[in-house]
């Protein structure tokens, strides 16, 4: 059974930074993609950001792009994402996936590309 649990989130303001962290267990981590969606109040689910199983292909939503990285320790069985540049509409809860097929090069930004979820880190950033 695959569990996934997030770390890092909180309060911080307009402009600051923070990172994410989601460690990953019951799976072999380093054969899967991992993403990162959000999801603000009365908001549905959205793609963040994604990285392959090797760790050589990023892929980010326009909203953060140049702003966020989504890096990987594949010895660590660890995923991050460090958030610069913070804005108040990054205001959400931030849930780490793992992708559902091995060596996947496909489709990366559907939630129904994953099949395991993290419980959610909430990060809320103040004007």
């Known amino acids: 059974q695959v569990q996934l649990v997030e770390s890092g989130g909180g309060l911080v303001q307009a402009g600051g930074s923070l990172r994410l962290s989601c460690a990953a267990s019951g799976r072999t981590f380093s054969l899967y993609r991992m993403g990162w969606f959000r999801q603000a109040p009365g908001n549905e689910r959205e793609f963040v950001a994604a990285i392959r199983w090797s760790g050589s292909s990023t892929a980010y939503s326009d909203s953060v792009k140049g702003r966020f990285t989504i890096s990987r320790d594949n010895a660590k069985n660890t995923v991050y994402l460090e958030m610069n540049s913070l804005k108040p509409e990054d205001t959400a809860v931030y849930y780490c996936?793992?992708?559902?097929?091995?060596?996947?090069?496909?489709?990366?930004?559907?939630?129904?590309?994953?099949?395991?979820w993290g419980q959610g880190t909430h990060v809320t950033v103040s004007p």
């Open positions: 996936a793992m992708g559902a097929y091995k060596y996947s090069s496909g489709s990366y930004y559907r939630a129904s590309d994953y099949d395991s």
